[in-house]
């Protein structure tokens, strides 16, 4: 027979030296706070005028714990042997991601870091049921992927609204009247509610945009942009002005009857040779091409070598991910109000050899600005064409696990002891408080019926050496 003695929790992750706690600027169901505050230089984050636009963090989850069940007894007049009426404990509060309309940046989650919802509350008396912890909701923008900290895709939040629970909380402990039997009946054994899911995520935004414009620094992208829609990106006669994606909508229509219609353009920073490999911020940049449903590629035409220019872009893209260039696409030369590019627009459009050809415009004079709004409503009918063909008889159903060692169990050794993994005696060894003799003997017989007893003396255990099980650290003792 052996003793186990039950020792004081470590300390869990993030928690070691300092407390974790909830941000002030993000409570439960809120917002996180605006993102118009100076940039800061960490990795991931791009300086704009205002704003600043973050599309990586790494952020942790825990979910509040389930409350404590009671082991109680009836007491009233005229009752005497009332017997156990200990109610349950209460659930623990999930961490919740809901995206939401009109954010575009993680920003807040560069600033705050660790998220803790709300625990359970403890049962009661008379069979009370312990008040439930309240979700925390987390915002981010539509578009976010989340990965686990392993780097392994766990899902991603596409449209506004849509929610993903990242870590649960903890079931509620059991109350002493569940433990009641014919050969029973006063159990003064409860089970402390379960530890909620804590986890470190990572979050990565790519924008989802109906067309995306691509090409070279300096090609005139973002000028194109405000010229088609309402956006004022930042505009400037030198590279990299666009350091981030400017977003706009665009409306077309030309036919009195014709319904209009409204695409989200997106104006990507530009790429140079090596963009693939992460070079000039290659990587985050191209991520952002990913997402969209159609390309505009945009020319230099005042370019010393428009074409090669546009066919490094092309090679960039091809090198990112191939799919890319079997998008629909099409091509437009800039700067056509210039007389040296309407002299060369000729043979550029002949050398690019695009299908269909190349559209010549100046979002100076509006000049080919109505084809190329045609041009693109042809691009996303062929985009809508394809996204039909690809979804249809399409049922398969990913599932992912953050845990996996979901049956069964094993025992390893770390220093100064034992550790038993596996996820039945894990939550059985987080249910009971050890104070309690009867629940520890409880557990001690799991331990024999299991084969953990069994299986820690066959590798060796002694006296004094320590057994981690889940969040108890128990010390074997023979008696």
């Not at 625990?119 to 008379?126: E, L, N, T, W």
Request: aromatic share 4%; with cysteine; net charge neutral.
């Amino acid at each position: 027979m052996h003793r186990a003695v039950h020792r004081t929790p470590r300390a869990l992750p993030g928690e070691r030296g300092r407390r974790v706690r909830q941000s002030a600027a993000l409570p439960v169901g809120c917002r996180p706070a605006s993102p118009n505050r100076c940039a800061t230089d960490r990795p991931g984050a791009h300086r704009i005028i205002g704003i600043v636009f973050v599309d990586h963090a790494r952020v942790l989850v825990a979910a509040g714990g389930g409350g404590p069940g009671s082991a109680s007894f009836r007491r009233e007049a005229h009752v005497p042997r009332g017997g156990p009426d200990g109610g349950d404990g209460g659930r623990g509060g999930n961490i919740v991601l809901v995206a939401e309309a009109g954010m575009t940046t993680l920003w807040d989650y560069r600033q705050a870091r660790h998220f803790r919802a709300e625990p359970g509350g403890r049962g009661g008396r008379r069979r009370s049921h312990g008040r439930n912890g309240a979700d925390l909701v987390l915002r981010v923008p539509p578009g976010t992927v989340v990965r686990s900290e392993h780097g392994e895709t766990v899902g991603e939040l596409l449209a506004a609204g849509e929610r993903m629970v990242v870590a649960r909380g903890g079931r509620g402990g059991r109350g002493n009247v569940h433990f009641a039997s014919p050969t029973h009946r006063a159990p003064r054994h409860y089970e402390k509610g379960d530890p909620g899911e804590e986890r470190w995520i990572e979050l990565e935004l790519k924008t989802i945009a109906d067309v995306g414009l691509i090409g070279a620094p300096n090609a005139g992208k973002s000028t194109l942009l405000a010229a088609l829609t309402e956006a004022a990106p930042r505009i400037g006669p030198y590279p990299f002005t666009t350091t981030t994606p400017n977003l706009g909508v665009f409306v077309s229509g030309d036919d009195a009857d014709a319904e209009p219609r409204t695409a989200l353009l997106a104006d990507v920073p530009g790429l140079i040779a090596g963009a693939h490999a992460g070079h000039g911020l290659g990587h985050a940049f191209l991520r952002h091409v990913e997402r969209t449903r159609a390309l505009l590629g945009v020319v230099n035409g005042t370019a010393e070598d428009p074409v090669a220019e546009w066919r490094s872009v092309a090679e960039e893209l091809r090198l990112h991910d191939p799919e890319l260039l079997q998008r629909p696409m099409r091509l437009v030369v800039t700067k056509l109000d210039l007389p040296e590019v309407q002299e060369r627009f000729p043979a550029i459009r002949r050398e690019l050899a695009a299908d269909p050809p190349a559209i010549g415009v100046s979002a100076h004079d509006g000049t080919g600005l109505a084809e190329l709004g045609r041009a693109l409503g042809e691009a996303l009918d062929e985009a809508q064409r394809s996204e039909t063909q690809q979804t249809a008889g399409r049922e398969e159903v990913h599932v992912f696990r953050f845990d996996p060692l979901a049956e069964g169990w094993q025992v390893r050794a770390e220093a100064g002891g034992f550790r038993v993994q596996g996820r039945r005696i894990e939550e059985a060894a987080n249910r009971t408080d050890f104070e309690n003799e009867e629940s520890r003997e409880r557990f001690e017989r799991l331990l024999a019926r299991l084969g953990i007893e069994a299986e820690l003396r066959r590798i060796g255990v002694q006296a004094g050496m320590m057994v981690r099980i889940g969040q108890a650290e128990l010390e074997w003792g023979e008696e």
